[in-house]
């Protein structure tokens, strides 16, 4: 049972423009979200968090949104650039705000295009 | 800051042999750390938490007498996969944590087993 979801296993974006990825939850007690970024050969690097008590948290190029009605968020890199390019996992957890014990999605490849 | 090691990074053993990953945390003191195991196409997933002087946690589905853990300074976590079979061939990825708002990955440990 796949309680992390991403839908989308790639994504191609051209540079300048906006990228969204996008992730579904199914567990409702999830209160914490992360977005990591992967490249090839290295661990996940931590990006951008999110606690269920907010609906947006922006941190340079990077938004992260949660729609908890909807089970939803997103992540939007404004304006993507060709490093952008890597593997996006959203994560989430219920250990009460705090990055214990992370579920993970699938990931999305985004490949941000010159 | 907040970087994290795993040694080795690839191994290949024969059948039955244990194998052991280390995990380090080079540049902070980790309370906890985390065991994930990715298979390909899935995402990470996680094995085991483990507290510096206690011992792990395991999640469900995971045998930790096949998975030893021993996680004996803030600095140091070791995984053990003992009596290794093909189907234990996998990638292996340890984090660590110094607060309780992120994990911070290492790199990951391809293990093949034959």
Not at chain 1, 74 to 98: N, R, W
Not at chain 2, 87 to 103: G, K, L, W
Request: charged fraction near 20%; proline fraction near 4%.
């Amino acid at each position: 049972d796949q309680q992390v979801k991403q839908n989308s296993p790639s994504l191609s974006v051209q540079e300048g423009r906006i990228s969204i990825l996008n992730c579904d939850y199914t567990n409702s007690m999830f209160d914490y979200f992360l977005w990591y970024k992967k490249y090839p050969a290295e661990g996940p690097t931590f990006l951008i968090s999110i606690s269920s008590i907010k609906d947006k948290n922006e941190d340079g190029r990077f938004t992260v949104f949660l729609n908890k009605s909807a089970k939803h968020l997103s992540l939007h890199i404004v304006p993507s650039q060709p490093g952008d390019s890597a593997v996006y996992f959203c994560a989430a957890s219920d250990s009460t705000g705090t990055a214990s014990k992370l579920t993970f999605g699938t990931g999305t490849r985004l490949q941000v295009t010159l | 800051g907040a970087v994290v090691s795993q040694h080795p990074s690839r191994v290949i053993c024969k059948s039955g042999t244990s194998v052991k990953i280390e995990c380090r945390s080079l540049d902070f003191q980790a309370t906890t750390m985390f065991w994930y195991r990715q298979f390909p196409k899935q995402s990470l997933m996680l094995m085991a938490t483990s507290n510096e002087g206690s011992k792990a946690t395991y999640e469900q589905g995971v045998e930790k007498d096949k998975f030893l853990i021993n996680h004996a300074s803030l600095t140091l976590s070791t995984l053990t996969v003992t009596s290794a079979h093909p189907e234990d061939s996998s990638f292996y990825i340890c984090s660590a944590s110094r607060d309780p708002e992120t994990q911070y990955f290492g790199p990951g440990t391809r293990l093949l087993v034959l």
